[in-house]
């Protein structure tokens, strides 16, 4: 089984920065790629960046130039820095990974909790 668990989610005022991890732990063979995903009240669950195995990342457009996706491939570890917050950046925060498990060749994907991010003065 595998487990995604996240954390560093919280209430910053507009202009501030907050710094997402996201722990896969559980039977891992490999993690292909990384992604958040963010879904605020009434919206549907979007992209918000990801990262590949070999380290190639992209953002959505609304993102570009103020958050950075990075890994801790040793720690099965994925981090969203997130600076200049607006607050149209409110939103549930969810990690996702495409992995492999042991003695498996398909990719599965897997899920974290969600994580609250508020964005207020």
């Known amino acids: 089984q595998v487990q995604l668990v996240e954390s560093g989610g919280g209430l910053v005022q507009p202009g501030g920065s907050l710094r997402l991890s996201c722990a896969a732990s559980g039977r891992i063979g490999s993690i292909n790629v990384m992604n958040w995903y963010r879904q605020a009240p009434g919206k549907q669950r979007e992209l918000v960046a990801g990262?590949?195995?070999?380290?190639?990342?992209n953002y959505a457009e609304a993102v570009k130039g103020r958050f950075t996706i990075s890994r801790d491939n040793a720690k099965n570890t994925m981090y969203l820095q997130m600076n200049s917050l607006k607050p149209e950046d409110t939103a549930v925060y969810y990690c996702?990974?495409?992995?492999?498990?042991?003695?498996?060749?398909?990719?599965?994907?897997?899920w974290g909790q969600g994580t609250q991010v508020t964005v207020s003065s």
């Open positions: 990262i590949t195995s070999g380290g190639s990342t």
């Open positions: 996702n990974f495409g992995l492999v498990v042991p003695f498996n060749v398909a990719i599965s994907y897997y």
